[in-house]
Each structure stands twice: as structure tokens, then as C-alpha cells.
């Protein structure tokens, strides 16, 4: 068994890899990275990148209604998968698992109720870091959300640690990924003034339908080429646009449990026989709610905001991006790649971030985004 280097000169070099399976549940993404520094002085070279799609059967069953039993294999099962996609990005970077120091495992969410949605606020993610810390050799973080839950915060969004650390300039920047579920970051300067939520429904709610739609054969709208085919449904999109979770002030975090397959499944029952509409209105769903969020938390706080640059699997959408564009007018709309960082790799970044700092005992939960009483060194070592 290895355990991870006495690290005490955090400007020490930490070979990190990241792991995550987002709420879209389509691949584990992997990044290795290079981490030097820490808070203010950190600073994060991406080494690279795969992505590991899930079989498909697994991803229904993820998906699924589950049980204790259920559950604890789809522990353990995503383990494995996690674990190869490890092993493959260490390989990729051409690296041994011995010079790296640690595994960060967002893992696989499967529940979040956080501050609001239930008298005893909670969030579950699995991937069973013991199966992935045997698999590869190399000790792993995990359950990096619950210790900010425990200090009264949402235990999300995370990724305006990583916003903060790698985008920040003088003036505020919006640092937006519409993933499963959107979330936006406005980050600047000081990490205090930092300002981050989720916004809604990202690609949850398409997802859903283009497997209905398509039988199975399609897990996505792929380049919009099924919410092009339809119309907005305007008397659906107002009714879906007056969801609680949308009128609500930060901070704020959703999940599969406002915006999953229970909402899909009601579109889809009521709305069945015009499905190309249905995917029209979720898409546009998903840009009306990023963009009243703008209007709404955004601009009054920052209006000398210099623009907005997306991440995320929404943004492989041409039909997402132009109808987002055309929303957000004049606030410029760029990828993340105009500030020098591939989007594919962006969250999994964030989780070799997030355990080259608990490996230096440095507080990374952001409580002017969360919600948290104060901040917090994030995440459970496995060794």
C-alpha cells in the first residue's frame, strides 16, 4: 500500500488526476495534471485528457430506479470504470502511477438534496474510491461535496475554485458550463467576490427525450439536429420556465431530482406525439433559464461584465449555441478555449485541482457560492 508524499512545500509539483462522471452520465473524463501552488499562487498545467464512454446498458441503469442492493454494485461497477479511465490518461501522458500523487474522484452523483429541498440536507455520489485506489496503484480523494454540505453549504457548484484559479482577470468574467445541469461562475480578482450557481436544466432534459425520441439510438441532441426538426411549444415552455428552482436566489444547486427523469417522463406523456417540438422547447428551456439567471443574478451585480465563455457538452450544440448567443446579446459568447483551456477536459481539472489541494491541507470550497458557513479542505483520503 502507498501512501501519498508528505507534501509540506506546497510549491512542490503534484502529478494529480481527475476523475468525474457528470449528470449527463455519459463518460468518465479524465485529466492529468500538473499542480504547483496553492490558494492564491496556484497554478494548473492540463498534461491530458481522455474520455471513456459508458456502455449503454450502464447508463440505464444509472439512470434508474434503484434499490440498497442496486445501488451497492453500481458502486463498485463504476469503480472499474473509473479506475480504467485513470489508468488510460496516465498512459497518455506517458507517466507511472508512481509518480502521481494522487486520484481526485468526483464520482458518479446520484443524489443531491441540498439547503432547502429537505430537512436534512445530503448529497451522494459513488464510484468506490477503494476499487479505483487498488486498480491503479495510486491513492485516491473523494466525496469532495460533503464536507461543504456539513458546514451548511450546498456542496456545489465546485468548479468556481477552478474558474477562480485559471480565468480570473481584473474585470469579472462569466465562466458558464451546461452540463447535465448549467451552472455559471463570475469570477475576478479575489476569490470573496466570486459568485457562482447553478442555473437549471443543461442538456438533462434534451437527454432524456432524444432517448425517447430516437428509441435508444441516440443519447443526445446531436448537433441539433433533433431540436431543429420542431417548434417551441410557448404555453409548455412558460409552464416549465415557472419551476420553483428558477425563481430561487443563489446560492443555489439542482439535480436529476428537479430536472431528471420524472420531469422527461411527464413531457413525454403528455406531449409524446409531437417529439420534435418537445426537443425545440427543451432546448430552449435550458437557454431562457441561463439567461434570465443572467439577467437576474448577473448583471445588476457585475454590469461591466467582459463576456461569457461556455463549456460543457451543451456547447457541441450548434443549435444550443446560436439560440444562446442571440439571447445573450451584445454580452459576447466564446468557448473556453479563447482563454488558452480545452473544454472538454475543464471539470476533470477541477478534481486534480481539488486533490493536489486537500494533499496540502488547503480550504477549497468557495462559501460565497455555496452557501457554507466557511471554508473548508474538501474530500476523503483513500490511500
Not at 500500500?1 to 494529480?16: I, V
Not at 496556484?42 to 430506479?65: D, I, M, T, Y
Not at 502521481?100 to 459513488?126: E, F, K
Not at 443519447?219 to 426538426?229: I, M
Request: glycine residues 10%; hydrophobic residues 45%; aromatic residues 4%.
Amino acid at each position: 500500500m502507498r501512501l501519498p508524499p508528505p507534501l509540506t512545500d506546497a510549491r512542490q509539483p503534484r502529478l494529480c488526476v481527475g476523475l468525474l462522471s457528470g449528470t449527463s452520465v455519459d463518460a468518465v473524463e479524465a485529466a492529468l495534471c500538473e499542480v504547483t501552488g496553492t490558494g492564491e499562487g496556484v497554478r494548473l498545467k492540463l498534461l491530458a485528457h481522455v474520455s471513456v464512454p459508458f456502455p449503454r446498458e450502464l447508463v440505464a441503469r444509472v439512470l434508474g430506479p434503484q434499490d440498497a442492493a442496486s445501488l451497492s454494485r453500481l458502486n463498485f461497477e463504476l469503480a472499474e470504470h473509473f479506475a480504467d479511465a485513470a489508468k488510460q490518461v496516465m498512459a497518455r501522458a506517458g507517466v507511472t502511477p508512481e509518480q502521481v500523487a494522487a486520484i481526485g474522484s468526483h464520482g458518479q452523483t446520484m443524489a443531491h438534496l441540498p439547503p432547502g429541498t429537505d430537512a436534512l440536507p445530503s448529497t451522494l455520489q459513488i464510484g468506490e474510491p477503494a476499487v479505483i485506489a487498488e486498480r491503479t496503484g495510486v491513492p485516491v480523494i473523494s466525496d469532495f461535496r460533503t464536507r461543504d454540505v456539513a458546514v451548511g453549504g450546498h456542496g456545489a457548484p465546485l468548479v468556481p475554485y477552478l474558474d477562480w484559479a485559471l480565468f480570473r482577470s481584473h474585470a469579472p468574467r462569466a465562466l458558464l458550463n451546461i452540463g447535465g445541469i448549467g451552472n455559471v461562475s463570475v469570477v475576478s480578482a479575489r476569490l470573496e467576490d466570486t459568485v457562482a450557481f447553478d442555473t437549471g436544466p443543461g442538456n438533462m432534459v434534451l437527454d432524456g427525450l432524444a432517448r425517447r425520441v430516437t428509441q435508444g439510438a441516440l443519447a443526445c441532441d446531436v448537433d441539433g439536429t433533433l431540436s431543429r426538426r420542431g417548434r417551441v411549444i410557448p404555453e409548455l415552455l412558460a409552464e416549465l420556465l415557472t419551476h420553483p428552482f428558477l425563481a430561487q436566489p443563489p446560492p443555489r444547486s439542482a439535480g436529476r431530482e428537479s430536472f431528471g427523469e420524472v420531469l422527461v417522463d411527464r413531457l413525454w406523456a403528455r406531449y409524446a406525439e409531437r417529439p420534435y417540438d418537445l426537443m425545440a422547447t427543451a432546448l430552449e428551456l435550458t437557454v431562457e433559464s441561463i439567461a434570465r439567471a443572467h439577467e437576474m443574478w448577473l448583471l445588476p451585480r457585475f454590469p461591466g461584465l467582459e463576456g461569457m465563455y461556455a463549456s460543457g457538452g451543451g456547447t457541441r450544440n450548434p443549435a444550443m449555441m446560436e439560440r444562446l448567443r442571440a439571447r445573450l446579446a451584445p454580452l459576447p459568447v466564446q468557448m473556453v478555449e479563447a482563454l488558452g483551456f480545452p473544454e472538454g477536459a475543464k471539470e476533470a481539472a477541477l478534481f486534480a485541482l481539488l486533490a493536489a489541494e486537500h494533499l496540502v491541507g488547503t480550504a477549497a470550497n468557495v462559501p460565497s457560492a455555496t452557501g457554507a458557513r466557511r471554508r473548508v479542505v474538501l474530500g476523503k483520503l483513500t490511500p
